[in-house]
T-cell receptor, first 112, second 113 residues
């Protein structure tokens, strides 16, 4: 069975600070990896995804994530956060069944 | 405008009553999912369907039931057997196979009193 672990449950930053959210997964085979974001009052939407190829993937709004196979990790980064990045962030893994499994989420609050 | 529509947005029910949450998609997706979102617990899979007339239990199926009679529709019934039904319910869909991202509805917040 696949599982996802997000290490940071609550993160509070000031604008312009750098962000890194941890995500580790457990699965024995090839995986697809995703980060989704849920802005206040809005539906969950895709931030970025990794299927194969370059392990450094870029998403919307300046976010990027790096897949490190040896560490089973897919950490999300942004060099300089904005107040509008306040949201809940979910890491998800998709294994052989193609059913997405989500982590517990990280609540990010950015102070202006 | 393509997407997933969940209704209603807010739902109140008395304890012991069954309630059905609606989910409709016009994305022509084969796969549909129901997740439950609780604070600090992320999204947990209740049921999923990868094709019409077929569905499978997820991690927390007890006290829930679904049907998939049409490709566009995947209603979820929260039965009186569900011990803690108050939660935020999310419906999602995706195309079948590999590399498919999930698209989500706006969610239904169910409160049982």
């Amino acid at each position: 069975a696949q599982s996802v672990s997000q290490h940071n449950h609550h993160v509070i930053l000031s604008e312009a600070a750098s962000l890194e959210l941890g995500c580790n997964y457990s699965y024995g085979g090839t995986v697809n990896l995703f980060w989704y974001v849920q802005y206040p009052g809005q539906h969950l939407q895709l931030l970025l995804k990794y299927f194969s190829g370059d392990p450094l993937v870029k998403g919307i709004k300046g976010f990027e994530a790096e897949f490190i196979k040896s560490k089973f990790s897919f950490n999300l980064r942004k060099p300089s956060v904005q107040w509008s990045d306040t949201a809940e962030y979910f890491c998800a893994v998709q294994g052989g069944s193609y059913i997405p499994t989500f982590g517990r989420g990280t609540s990010l609050i950015v102070h202006p | 405008d393509g997407g997933i529509t969940q209704s209603p947005k807010y739902l109140f029910r008395k304890e012991g009553q069954n309630v059905t949450l609606s989910c409709e998609q016009n994305l022509n997706h084969d796969a549909m999912y129901w997740y439950r979102q609780d604070p600090g617990q992320g999204l947990r899979l209740i049921y999923y369907s990868q094709i019409v007339n077929d569905f499978q239990k997820g991690d927390i199926a007890e006290g829930y039931s679904v049907s998939r009679e049409k490709k566009e529709s995947f209603p979820l019934t929260v039965t009186s057997a569900q011990k803690n039904p108050t939660a935020f319910y999310l419906c999602a869909s995706s195309s079948s196979g590999n590399h498919a991202e999930a698209f989500f509805g706006q969610g239904t917040r169910l409160t049982v009193v």
